[in-house]
């Protein structure tokens, strides 16, 4: 076993020692300790953005960690099924600095475990192409994310590509 995963299994077992409510006190604590510019940076983008809940410290709305602590609680088992099917120690380091930034607010880990070789999600390792290729982007707001895949690919790795916003 090595550090990525003893990492992963202690923190695996610390979540699973733990009932919701507490799971949201600790990251709720973990977020009170950030420097004031992070808490609100976080604040602003998600009560922008909105996946996972609002953020709004001065009106004592956190969703965001509410929801958190839920999805860690139910499914913590979960993620360690996943992680314990995955062939490649930078997708179980992926998994394990998400978790830890979920859980800690955990910068360090995520900022090494971000892939700067490729752009955003096309690791040409992992993400494989053929002239049969059917892309869905579910968030396409500015189309950055084809026009990366194009970059990526080239225009003839593809047979159809759908954009929502």
């Known amino acids: 076993m ?8 202690a923190l695996a077992e ?3 020692g733990y009932g919701e409510r507490e799971l949201y ?3 709720r604590i973990a977020y009170d300790l950030l420097p004031e510019g992070t808490r609100k ?4 983008f998600f009560n922008k953005f909105g996946y996972w809940g609002k953020l709004d410290p001065a009106n004592r709305i956190y969703e965001e960690i509410e929801l958190k602590a839920q999805a860690l609680y139910e499914h913590i088992a979960d993620f360690t099924w996943v ?3 995955l062939n490649d120690y930078r997708s179980k380091k ?5 978790l830890s930034n979920w859980f800690r ?5 995520s900022a090494e475990a971000k892939e700067n ?3 955003d999600y096309f690791d040409l390792d992992l993400v494989k192409c053929s002239r049969e290729e059917v892309i869905a982007d579910l968030g396409a707001y500015t189309g950055d994310t084809v026009r990366a895949y194009m970059r990526n690919y080239g225009e003839d790795c593809y047979k159809r590509i759908y954009c929502y916003e």
């Open 2 to 9: 090595n550090v990525i995963d003893r990492n992963f299994y």
């Open 14 to 16: 610390e979540i699973s």
């Open 25 to 27: 006190y600790r990251i």
């Open 41 to 44: 940076s976080l604040a602003d």
């Open 83 to 85: 992680y314990e099917r």
């Open 94 to 98: 992926t998994l394990y600095a998400v």
């Open 105 to 109: 607010y955990d910068f360090t880990t």
């Open 117 to 119: 070789m490729f752009d």
